[in-house]
Structures are given as C-alpha cells and as structure tokens.
C-alpha cells in the first residue's frame, strides 16, 4: 500500500514529464499517474517471476545432470527440497499469477546469465546449505524464499539498473517493492491456491483509505496543473534577482506543488506539506535545494494567510 509520500512522489514525477513534453491534455497526466501507482504492483510480479525462474533453472540444471555421460550419484539422486519447496509451487500453480506475467509481459529469456549467477550463489551459500538440512515444512520453505530475496535478490546492482531500464518509475519503487514482497510473504498462508488473488493479499488496508489515498493524488495533479501559471506568478514574486529559467525545473515543481497542497487541501497541516517538500527536494534535486524551497514556502506562507488562501479546517487545524 502505498503512503502518502510515496503518492507524492509519484505525483512529481508525472508533473516533471507532463511540464516538460509540453503536454496540455490533462487526462493524459491522469493515465500516466495511474500507470506509475501501478508501477509497484507491477514490479512486484517482476521480483517475483526472478525468484519462479530460479526455481526452473535449477530444475533443468538437475535434469541436465542426470543426462550427463557418467552422471555421478547426487546427479541421479539430488536433493529435491528446493525443487519441492511449497511457496514457490504455490506461484507457480496460481492462474492470477501466470496472468499477470503475462498482463506485465514479463520475460527474463534475455537475462539467462544473472539468472545462473544468482543461482549459484545461493546454492554455494550457507542459507542454501542450512535449508537442505532445515525441517521439510511450509514456515521454513517461506523463511528461505524470504532469505533469498533479502540476500541475494535486493542488493543485486545489475538488478537495479535492470530494472530502472524497464521502467522510469521503477527507480523509485525498487526499495518500496521490498516492503510489498515481504508483506505479500508475512500474509502467505498453505491456504494460497490456484485461484487466489495476489493482489487481494498485498493490499491489506481498508480500501476506503486506498481509495481516499488515490484520490488525493489524483487532485493533487490536476489541481497543481490547474493554477499552475498562479503558482510560477506567486514564486516569480519571491525570487528577487533570479530569473525563473535559472531556477531547476524540479525545485519549480516542487514549490507549485506545495502552495497547491497548502491552498487547495485545507485538512493537511501546513507543518506536514512544508516537511514533505523539503524532504522531497533533498532526493530530487541539489543538495542547496532544501534552503531554497523552505526560504520561499516561508516567505510564500505568510503572505497567503494573510490573503486568506491559506485556510485550514479540521481540529487542531484553525
């Protein structure tokens, strides 16, 4: 489930590509904005392909063994505790699984030697070792598949830029994906069969607080494109001796979208949006960046509740 920051985010990145392609068709950022919220989902499934697609390696790998020309006797009698292991089975059973893969065209036939190379770290590992001799029950087949993602799958660099590759929104949801995987494992049961709904058993929140969450994002979009000249007028008349072509794009955004949010959500405290944006601005953009946004906002702040543009209601708010 995706928080509030990581809405916003979201939310900027749209902006930045809709401001810069000079695209004046609101509904377009609308669609890209629901396409980079289901980025994460989507890379979930990704993660999750890599760890059925190990689980195939080592299955032609064993073959492949028994086929040999004098195959020894752990090439004709391998230890089938990892081929056996029952969270992946489950995967590899479920038809809303295999339709995603295929909704997210999900292939890694181009990608055959990272996928030997992080097989075989794991099986010269001491996780891969320790679970050959661990007991043969579902908690303990679930406490390697977590193992490997935590070892083996989140650190890898090549699947880090692979993945940014795929997907520009991927940079960001990379690190947020890892949270999704472990709680879609934390929530795996034995009772996972061939017609559960994956994403029923990552999304564990009331959807009324997903729902209100979408909607905040989706109004932040079009309300920022909306009074967008406002905004660059309003920052205009803060940055005295600075010409607004010198100023980088995305500190630009990023103060638009913060005078949206303290204009047009009257129940988010002005606290929180002054915090969400500067942390924003140390992430994407200079290291100055963070003064120069909070020096204006402060300015900017107090001149709109004087004019009354600031106005927030609620308790604690007034």
């Known amino acids: 489930m995706l928080n509030r920051r990581q809405l916003r985010i979201k939310v900027f990145q749209c902006l930045y590509a809709y401001f810069c392609s000079g695209e004046t068709n609101v509904a377009v950022a609308e669609k890209e904005l629901n396409k980079c ?17 190990l689980h195939y390696h080592a299955e032609r790998r064993m073959e492949d063994a028994k086929n040999k020309f004098m195959p020894t006797e752990e090439d004709l009698n391998p230890n089938l505790r990892f081929l056996n292991n029952r969270v992946i089975l489950q995967l590899n059973d479920n038809r809303n ?40 029950n579902y908690a303990d087949d679930k406490k390697f598949v977590v193992d ?8 890898d660099d090549f699947l880090i830029d692979l993945y940014e590759t795929k997907n520009i929104y991927w ?16 929530n795996l049961t034995p009772n996972f069969g061939t017609d559960a709904k994956i994403e029923n058993s990552m999304m564990q929140k009331e959807s009324t607080q997903y729902e209100e969450d979408k909607v905040f994002a989706r109004e932040l979009l079009c309300n920022t494109i909306k009074i967008r ?15 607004m072509d010198r100023i980088a794009t995305a500190d630009v955004i990023i ?36 003064i120069f946004i909070n020096g204006v906002l402060d300015k900017l702040i107090s001149d709109l509740t004087e004019s009354g543009e600031i106005r927030k209601t609620g308790r604690g708010l007034m």
Not at 148 to 155: K, P, S, V, Y
């Open 37 to 53: 919220i289901n980025a994460t989902f989507e890379l979930m499934i990704w993660q999750l392909s890599l760890l059925t697609e």
């Open 148 to 155: 490997i993602f935590q070892n083996f799958i989140f650190e």
């Open 97 to 136: 699984y295999k339709q995603l893969l295929d909704d997210f065209h999900v292939s890694w036939l181009e990608h055959g030697e990272a996928i030997r190379r992080i097989f075989n770290a794991i099986k010269s590992s001491e996780d891969y070792a320790a679970y050959l001799a661990s007991s043969d």
């Open 229 to 243: 000249e406002h905004t660059l007028e309003l920052i205009k008349g803060k940055i005295i001796n600075w010409e």
């Open 255 to 290: 103060l638009q979208m913060a005078i949206t949010e303290l204009t047009e959500f009257p129940s988010i405290p002005v606290k929180v949006t002054i915090n969400e944006y500067i942390e924003m601005s140390k992430a994407f953009s200079s290291s100055k960046s963070k």
């Open 171 to 186: 940079y960001t949801d990379f690190f947020l994906s890892q949270f999704t995987l472990m709680k879609f494992f934390d």
